[in-house]
């Protein structure tokens, strides 16, 4: 089921959202000159039906039906007297969850890497395409979150570690959690504690830029609380500013089983529950059982509190909870199902297991691209990369090159085998996986060298022997992340170290494929002259295999780069999990050991405690305020040709935004794709981090040539956030413009006063 917990934008019906709607993608200037309200019609429409009905049925549409009941992850009840059917949500942050005949595409975290707003784009429409044609109405997707912990479990289903690349990445797919949730431990009950500057600029922003850049349809609230409230109960966060101050048209609909008092939820402003339960369902008291552990005793019921139905006509009778509230959660719900275009109406078939519906198009073009570009070469010494006719034999060396026990099930490998995606409610049935060594394999066999391999990780002793035979070895390495747990270390999965040790050991030409989440410690064998090219993989997908092949042998030149920091030590970021929490009765315990119940039994006030401390300095922003030069910086990444910046020009320069131009020289002998960093340090007075992230522009150069790239600082990007005037601010005062190859590589700098 769909246990997710971060932060999240849910895009109603991502496929329309995106793919069939141009209007979405637009500039929110551009929405205005072509009307003045983009969803003027929608809310019309709308409006006409809710008048129909009674306040039961208002109930029915937003209300879950409850889990087990349906086809889908959450459906809502149908009111079949004014035609509305019952809506199907689903996850699936890389393609449609639980579904035969669809594809299984690059996780967000490569989409980031690729820094290509075209590839970016790509992908929510044809994700969106095959959430449409399985029938899905609500595609729960993207996450639109930051990896402010470097070891969140779900950090593979966001967009990396910085608010810019969050929202553009994010917004051109749709979804997030709403809001301060970046780790998974003790997820259902931890209670983020923000400062209202970090808040509004690192976590809010990409929410802010899905509502008004890209008019998402919805959004979906975390399992969290937020500053001392629970945020699916928290009208500040849900009626003030998102829906008020930004402006929000679609609906709020609750993470599952999230909520912890139903009448609160639906007042602070939520509009749509799930999972919900059977219509008469009563909430409070059923199902309780008792229980002792760590010394407590009590009893507890699951369900206490979380399922509307007959529940909330209820309160609406007893007038807790007014009518006109959810006259305006039911228009918005509608709202949104006329502005993609599909009226609430309209039949359409839910056809996700059936695998004669295949959806699936040409699509794995697309994710063979996209894992090319997502792959980050941070390390190629020697030379060794791309492979060329010299290398005759290759090793293929650990249990990622291949499939493991678990892929005939149809789903991630984590005891083994390739890691093209992480766990957890992101994840998607393969319709099929090209491993490294079925990719090699087939190279090999048009090209003319041998291919050998040890896929037992824990087996040094022949994988020595094999890689001792051959002219290049590439060492398969893993770290395995999912949803409801955070990653406990930075280091590699199982025998990872010792297994490039022992090849290094007997190869001089080693290459480390890591399929990772995030970063890892590579402190054990980076230094080693005879590991001479490290690509962090990540997680491509179905085309795995392939899109490896093509960067090892330069069908694609590398052009990934990361979207987080690789730090040389663990103790080098500044954020730590929250992974053991001591209970009044002073028992401590850590994440994983424990009864979940127990938690439901303390005062909010007693609740763990994320301290967000901080403040605006995690990864990049952390390193650059310590001064801490990291193994490899945020942005970083290889090519096999050399790129050199030069004229580095600010044209324009107000508070309605910021332009740049810079020459970008292939000082090589291949053509590459260069990805230039626009950078932006704000008025010493701001206490503001050295440097942020504020565009990107991916060019591909031929050898020998040069291009001007262009890179703008939008005007929703500008502002900061006065916690006093409450309100965003563009501050007077110099301004620095540094522009590069990574966060760690500038190129070249200028000033501009505003």
Same mark, same amino acid.
């Given at each position: 089921?769909?246990?997710?917990?971060?932060?999240?934008? +849910?895009?109603?019906?991502?496929?329309?959202?995106?793919?069939?709607?141009?209007?979405?993608?637009?500039? @929110?200037?551009?929405?205005?000159?072509?009307?003045?309200?983009?969803?003027?019609?929608?809310?019309?429409?709308? *409006?006409?039906?809710?008048?129909?009905?009674?306040?039961?049925?208002?109930?029915?549409?937003?209300?879950?039906?409850?889990?087990?009941?349906?086809?889908?992850?959450?459906?809502?009840? *149908?009111?079949?007297?004014?035609?509305?059917?019952?809506?199907?949500?689903?996850?699936?942050?890389?393609?449609? /969850?639980?579904?035969?005949?669809?594809?299984?595409?690059?996780?967000?975290?490569? $989409?980031?890497?690729?820094?290509?707003?075209?590839?970016?784009?790509?992908?929510?429409?044809?994700?969106?395409?095959?959430?449409?044609?399985?029938?899905?109405?609500?595609?729960?997707?993207?996450?639109?979150?930051?990896?402010?912990?470097?070891?969140?479990?779900?950090?593979?289903?966001?967009?990396?570690?910085?608010?810019?690349?969050?929202?553009?990445?994010?917004?051109?797919?749709?979804?997030?959690?709403?809001?301060?949730?970046?780790?998974?431990?003790? /997820?259902?009950?931890?209670?983020?504690? %923000?400062?209202?500057?970090? $808040?509004?600029?690192?976590?809010?922003?990409?929410?802010?830029?899905?509502?008004?850049?890209?008019?998402?349809?919805?959004?979906?609230?975390?399992?969290?609380?937020?500053?001392?409230?629970?945020?699916?109960?928290?009208?500040?966060?849900?009626?003030?500013?998102?829906?008020?101050?930004?402006?929000?048209?679609?609906?709020?609909?609750?993470?599952?089983?999230?909520?912890?008092?139903?009448?609160?939820?639906?007042?602070?402003?939520?509009?749509?529950?799930?999972?919900? @339960?059977?219509?008469?369902?009563?909430?409070?008291?059923?199902?309780?059982?008792?229980?002792?552990?760590?010394?407590?005793?009590?009893?507890?019921?699951?369900?206490?509190?979380?399922?509307?139905?007959?529940?909330?006509?209820?309160?609406?009778?007893?007038?807790?909870?007014?009518?006109? !509230? $959810?006259?305006?959660?039911?228009?918005?719900?509608?709202?949104?199902?006329?502005?993609?275009?599909?009226?609430?109406? +309209?039949?359409?078939?839910?056809?996700?297991?059936?695998?004669?519906?295949?959806?699936?198009?040409?699509? !794995?073009?697309?994710?063979?691209?996209?894992?090319?570009?997502?792959?980050?070469?941070?390390?190629?010494?020697?030379?060794?990369?791309?492979?060329?006719?010299?290398?005759?034999?290759?090793?293929?060396?650990?249990?990622?090159?291949?499939?493991?026990?678990?892929?005939? *099930?149809?789903?991630?490998?984590?005891?083994?085998?390739?890691?093209?995606?992480?766990?957890?409610?992101?994840?998607?049935?393969?319709?099929?996986?090209?491993?490294?060594?079925?990719?090699?394999?087939? !190279?090999?066999?048009? +090209?003319?060298?041998?291919?050998?391999?040890?896929?037992?990780?824990?087996?040094?002793?022949?994988?020595?022997?094999?890689?001792?035979?051959?002219?290049?070895?590439?060492?398969? @390495?893993?770290?395995?992340?999912?949803?409801?747990?955070?990653?406990?270390?930075? @280091?590699?999965?199982?025998?990872?170290?010792?297994?490039?040790?022992?090849? *290094?050991?007997?190869?001089?030409?080693?290459?480390?494929?890591?399929?990772?989440?995030?970063?890892?410690?590579?402190?054990?064998?980076?230094?080693?002259?005879?590991?001479?090219?490290?690509?962090?993989?990540?997680?491509?997908?179905?085309?795995?295999?392939?899109?490896?092949?093509? %960067?090892?042998?330069?069908?694609?030149?590398?052009?990934?780069?990361?979207?987080?920091?690789?730090?040389?030590?663990?103790?080098?970021?500044?954020?730590?999990?929250? /992974?053991?929490?001591?209970?009044?009765?002073?028992?401590?315990?850590?994440?994983?050991?424990?009864?979940?119940?127990?938690?439901?039994?303390?005062?909010?006030?007693?609740?763990?405690?994320?301290?967000?401390?901080?403040?605006?300095?995690?990864?990049? !922003?952390?390193?650059?305020?310590?001064?801490?030069?990291?193994?490899?910086?945020?942005?970083?990444?290889?090519?096999?040709?050399?790129?050199?910046?030069?004229?580095?020009?600010?044209?324009?320069?107000?508070?309605?935004?910021?332009? %740049?131009?810079?020459?970008?020289?292939?000082?090589?002998?291949?053509?590459?794709?260069?990805?230039?960093?626009?950078?932006?340090?704000?008025?010493?007075?701001?206490?503001?981090?050295?440097?942020?992230?504020?565009?990107?522009?991916?060019?591909?150069?031929?050898?020998?040539?040069?291009?001007?790239?262009?890179?703008?600082?939008?005007?929703?990007?500008?502002?900061?956030?006065?916690?006093?005037?409450?309100?965003?601010?563009?501050?007077?005062?110099?301004?620095?413009?540094?522009?590069?190859?990574?966060?760690?590589?500038?190129?070249?700098?200028?000033?501009?006063?505003?």
């Amino acid at each position: 089921m769909h246990f997710t917990q971060i932060t999240l934008l +849910a895009s109603w019906l991502l496929s329309t959202c995106i793919a069939a709607l141009p209007d979405v993608t637009a500039s @929110a200037s551009a929405l205005a000159r072509r009307t003045t309200d983009p969803w003027a019609a929608a809310k019309s429409q709308a *409006a006409a039906v809710v008048a129909q009905l009674t306040t039961e049925e208002k109930v029915r549409i937003m209300s879950g039906v409850g889990p087990g009941f349906n086809l889908c992850v959450g459906m809502t009840f *149908a009111v079949e007297r004014v035609g509305v059917r019952s809506f199907c949500l689903q996850d699936g942050t890389t393609g449609v /969850r639980l579904a035969d005949g669809a594809s299984a595409f690059a996780a967000p975290v490569n $989409l980031a890497a690729t820094f290509d707003k075209q590839l970016m784009k790509q992908q929510g429409d044809l994700i969106g395409s095959e959430f449409e044609e399985k029938g899905v109405d609500v595609a729960l997707m993207p996450v639109a979150n930051l990896a402010r912990d470097p070891l969140a479990g779900r950090n593979w289903e966001g967009q990396g570690a910085d608010p810019y690349l969050t929202a553009i990445s994010a917004g051109y797919q749709i979804r997030g959690y709403l809001v301060a949730n970046e780790q998974e431990s003790w /997820r259902h009950h931890t209670d983020s504690e %923000v400062d209202d500057r970090t $808040l509004r600029e690192m976590y809010l922003r990409p929410f802010q830029y899905a509502v008004q850049k890209e008019n998402v349809g919805a959004i979906m609230h975390s399992y969290n609380l937020l500053n001392g409230t629970h945020t699916g109960q928290n009208a500040r966060l849900l009626t003030d500013i998102v829906k008020g101050e930004w402006g929000f048209n679609g609906f709020i609909m609750s993470d599952f089983w999230a909520l912890t008092n139903q009448t609160q939820a639906a007042l602070a402003g939520l509009d749509m529950l799930m999972p919900g @339960a059977p219509w008469d369902f009563v909430c409070a008291g059923v199902g309780a059982f008792e229980y002792t552990v760590f010394g407590h005793a009590g009893a507890e019921s699951f369900e206490t509190d979380i399922c509307w139905g007959s529940n909330l006509v209820t309160d609406v009778e007893a007038g807790r909870v007014p009518e006109s !509230r $959810l006259t305006d959660a039911v228009t918005r719900i509608l709202s949104a199902a006329y502005y993609v275009g599909l009226p609430p109406g +309209a039949t359409r078939a839910v056809s996700l297991t059936d695998a004669k519906a295949n959806v699936q198009g040409s699509h !794995r073009d697309h994710i063979r691209a996209t894992g090319s570009a997502s792959a980050v070469l941070v390390k190629n010494s020697r030379g060794v990369l791309p492979l060329t006719s010299g290398a005759r034999s290759v090793a293929v060396i650990g249990s990622g090159g291949a499939h493991g026990a678990a892929y005939a *099930a149809g789903g991630v490998e984590p005891e083994g085998g390739n890691l093209a995606q992480g766990g957890g409610s992101g994840q998607t049935r393969f319709p099929y996986l090209v491993t490294p060594l079925a990719a090699l394999t087939s !190279r090999a066999a048009s +090209a003319g060298f041998a291919v050998k391999h040890s896929l037992n990780d824990s087996d040094l002793a022949t994988a020595a022997a094999v890689a001792a035979l051959c002219d290049v070895a590439v060492v398969f @390495a893993r770290s395995f992340s999912s949803e409801s747990g955070d990653r406990g270390t930075f @280091a590699l999965d199982a025998a990872g170290d010792a297994l490039i040790g022992a090849v *290094a050991a007997v190869n001089r030409n080693t290459v480390v494929v890591l399929n990772v989440p995030g970063p890892v410690d590579m402190s054990a064998w980076i230094d080693n002259d005879n590991v001479t090219a490290v690509i962090v993989a990540m997680h491509p997908g179905q085309e795995s295999g392939n899109a490896l092949v093509d %960067v090892l042998y330069g069908d694609y030149n590398p052009s990934g780069r990361l979207p987080f920091t690789i730090a040389r030590s663990a103790d080098d970021y500044i954020v730590k999990t929250v /992974r053991t929490y001591t209970f009044p009765n002073a028992t401590t315990v850590e994440w994983g050991a424990y009864r979940e119940v127990l938690f439901r039994q303390l005062p909010e006030s007693e609740l763990p405690k994320v301290q967000y401390g901080e403040g605006l300095f995690f990864d990049y !922003r952390h390193f650059d305020k310590a001064g801490i030069k990291p193994l490899y910086p945020f942005g970083h990444g290889l090519s096999y040709t050399t790129f050199a910046y030069s004229n580095l020009k600010v044209t324009a320069a107000s508070r309605h935004g910021v332009d %740049v131009s810079v020459d970008v020289s292939n000082t090589g002998a291949l053509p590459g794709n260069e990805v230039a960093q626009l950078y932006l340090g704000y008025p010493a007075s701001t206490n503001s981090p050295v440097k942020q992230v504020k565009d990107f522009n991916k060019v591909n150069i031929k050898a020998g040539r040069t291009a001007t790239v262009s890179l703008h600082v939008d005007s929703f990007f500008l502002p900061i956030w006065d916690a006093v005037q409450q309100a965003w601010v563009v501050p007077t005062g110099t301004y620095t413009v540094s522009i590069g190859a990574s966060s760690g590589d500038i190129r070249a700098k200028a000033q501009f006063t505003i």
